[in-house]
């Protein structure tokens, strides 16, 4: 029989752990499997052979049914749905063209977003246009290209109108609208207040505009929503404001949108219950949405107008994972566990707000106890779990976090490390690469070194005399 050589065992002060094994959660739930090893059937084991640790695995699969599934939700309820792809939410080409594909507009907030998309393939009039900041070149291409502009703020609508005048058309605008609903934290920033008449203001400013029409409105709440009610209120304050502006008989609004903000089945910090038994079915989010806009629009004639909705979450979170190695192990000075892996909050920022479900990837049938994961970062806040029940970990153990699709590959950061390459899993059996992992040259490329810093070898001070060979 092989004995394990002298140097793999590690020997660890004996100490008194709580077992937790197969213990119930509060709602009389065993806990789950801690071990996931396939994604679509492919072991993902292989998987990271072939293409390194870290890695973002991301399921075509999940993500079409996703999107389906959501936008039929709604369809079930109102006549006339049309989903916006948030391309903050996950940028990748790959994920964008699928989208599209299933019928998707963009949903963009800047400039690069903008020209990505058309860079894609979506037709102007296919692009929903929000965001504080669209400088005049942009908008002066996306009126000329019919985009649906979201309008933010008043000084955005006076350069929409002098763009307008410049081209000698009408240009048709939505007002973004933000108001209290009373369920969830208010988000002021963004677009024209309701309730201190900076909605009426704007819509007047329009209305007196030989080059303006209003066509839309626009409001997204937030993220992360778990109340339905919030959009149930949502809409009634939307279809009001909507029927007070056509009373002017020359206005007609065709469409409403909703945003975002559907929860995905993640772990939000803070939220006490699990995922499972805290996010609700995005049927009921539906269901209240179809609820509100028939009594909105029961007395309104005409055909109703479109429902936009922009989940970007609730798409995309679940269709990606992150694969990441244990690379060493600690004992720390509270007495808890501690695990290195290579992949960090430079991949997973939305680690600072979410206990993102992990699993070991091999299950090892150790006794769990509480670990805290952290990433490779030289940095004190990168930390990928405060507290987790794992079983002991060794160097070279794989653990998959999911969902993590969402805010991820846009927001993660090349912080010290390089970022790893994202594989996407199709709905055949296949896999390939839709983002190469980094190298040296990403990060050097666009660097300019100026000439008169060239490396002079001469230059080097003498080492100092103890360290001289
Ligand atoms: C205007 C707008 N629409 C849609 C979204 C997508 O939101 P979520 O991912 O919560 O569905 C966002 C995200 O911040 C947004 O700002």
């Known amino acids: 029989m092989n004995q394990p050589s002298p140097l ?9 752990q709580p077992l937790h094994l197969g213990a119930i959660n509060k709602f009389g739930h065993r806990r789950s499997d ?12 292989d998987l990271v052979n072939l293409y390194g640790s870290p890695l973002f695995i991301t399921s075509e699969q999940r993500l079409r049914h996703n999107v389906r599934a959501i936008r039929q939700a709604f369809e079930r309820h109102h006549p006339s749905v049309i989903h916006g792809w948030s391309y903050k939410t996950n940028t990748l080409s790959a994920v964008c063209r699928i989208l599209h594909q299933e019928g998707s507009w963009a949903e963009v907030v800047s400039k690069p977003e903008y020209e990505k998309a058309r860079l894609l393939g979506v037709p102007g009039n296919r692009i929903l246009f929000n965001g504080p900041y669209k400088p005049r070149p942009i908008l002066e291409r996306a ?30 605008v939505a007002l973004r609208l933000n108001f209290n609903t009373g369920y969830t934290e208010p988000w002021s920033r963004f677009g ?18 030989p080059h303006l029409t209003l066509n839309g409105l626009h409001s997204h709440l ?10 149930g209120e949502q809409i009634r304050l939307m279809t009001d404001f909507m029927q ?22 993640n772990a939000l910090q803070g939220v006490y219950a699990p995922p499972e038994q805290a996010v609700p079915e995005i049927e009921e989010f ?17 055909p109703p107008p479109v429902l936009i909705i922009e989940s970007g979450r609730a798409v995309i979170d679940d269709a990606q994972s992150l694969v990441a190695t244990v690379v060493g192990t600690k004992r720390l000075v509270d007495g808890k566990r501690g695990v290195i892996l290579d992949g960090g909050i430079n991949l997973m920022l939305t680690a600072l707000w979410y206990h993102h479900p992990v699993r070991l990837v091999q299950p090892n049938g150790g006794i769990p106890e509480e670990t805290v994961l952290y990433g490779p970062l030289c940095m004190n806040i990168d930390c ?9 970990l060794k160097v070279g153990d794989r653990l998959v976090f999911s969902p993590v699709g969402a805010y991820n590959n846009t927001q993660w950061l090349q912080f010290i490390e390089l970022r790893p390459a994202i594989i996407l899993l199709s709905p055949n059996g296949t896999h390939e690469i839709i983002r190469q992992g980094e190298t040296l040259s990403t990060l050097c490329e666009p660097e300019r070194i100026p000439a008169r810093l060239t490396p002079n070898p001469g230059s080097w001070l003498p080492l100092p005399q103890p360290m001289e060979d």
């Open 244 to 265: 007070e502006m056509e009373k002017d008989g020359n206005t007609r609004i065709t469409y409403l949108d909703i945003g975002g903000g559907f929860p995905s089945r």
């Open 384 to 392: 990928m779990r405060q507290l987790v029940s794992l079983p002991p």
């Open 286 to 302: 539906a269901q209240t949405v179809g609820k509100a806009l028939k009594k909105g629009l029961s007395d309104r004639p005409g």
């Open 8 to 16: 793999t065992l590690i020997w660890e002060p004996p100490m008194i």
């Open 192 to 209: 024209f207040n309701l309730e201190n008449g900076q909605a009426h203001e704007a819509a007047l400013r329009i209305r007196c505009s």
């Open 143 to 172: 009126i000329a290209e019919g985009a649906h502009i979201h309008c933010d703020h008043l000084d955005e609508l006076s350069l929409i109108e002098a763009i307008a005048k410049e081209q000698n058309r009408v240009v048709p």
């Open 34 to 45: 801690s071990s996931r090893s396939e994604i679509d059937g492919l072991p993902i084991d």
């Open 222 to 231: 937030g993220t992360f929503i778990l109340d339905p009610r919030a959009y």
